[in-house]
């Protein structure tokens, strides 16, 4: 900045110089980045998935050696979050995976002339739980699943009567 004289009148119109703003962008909002496509998403980063596993592994060997209680609870809850993070892709990759298949059949059948049927969210939930069961069924583990439903079922039901103490 320019050092000016406080004896000196400052001139009404004085020379500014403009300083360029800088205009910064969200690539999440912006159109030159392109769209999000989870497919080649997941293409691109796979090799993440390995340096994932090698890591949960280390955890895993570490939690073995580690004799600190307040530690090994850490690795312990660290490698729950792993494990939960894994399942949770899968399920969404199996998601994905069913949507695509969905979507296939919809064009093989316009392809033949008919026209396309597209299900409502409930009856996909509907499905998906159908293929659930199944997949419990499979692994012998349908009864103790249905079990726990019942009881939490059975506790909701009970939180909506009215209480014993009144009577």
């Known amino acids: 900045p320019l050092e000016m004289s406080a ?8 020379q500014v ?17 392109g769209e999000y ?8 980063y796979s090799f993440l998935d390995s340096i994932k596993k090698q ?3 280390m955890v895993q060997k570490q939690l073995k050696k580690c004799r600190d209680v307040e530690q090994k609870e850490k690795l312990q809850q660290l490698l729950n979050r792993m494990t939960q993070q894994e399942q949770a892709q899968k399920k969404q990759q199996e998601l994905r995976e069913r ?28 499905l998906e739980l159908a293929e659930k069961y199944a997949e419990l069924k499979r692994s012998g583990k349908l009864e103790s699943f249905l079990s726990k439903k019942r009881k939490r079922n059975a506790i909701k039901d009970k939180r909506h009567l009215p209480s014993q103490k009144n009577l």
């Open 55 to 57: 890591e949960k592994e």
């Open 17 to 33: 110089v403009s300083v360029k703003k800088k205009v910064h962008r969200d690539p999440r909002f912006d159109d030159l980045s």
């Open 99 to 126: 949507e695509l298949s969905l979507k296939r059949q919809q064009r093989e059948l316009a392809k033949q002339g008919k026209r396309p049927f597209f299900l409502k969210k409930s009856e996909k939930r509907k």
């Open 37 to 44: 496509k989870p497919e080649i998403f997941m293409k691109t």
């Open 7 to 14: 004896k000196k009148p400052v001139p009404f119109l004085r």
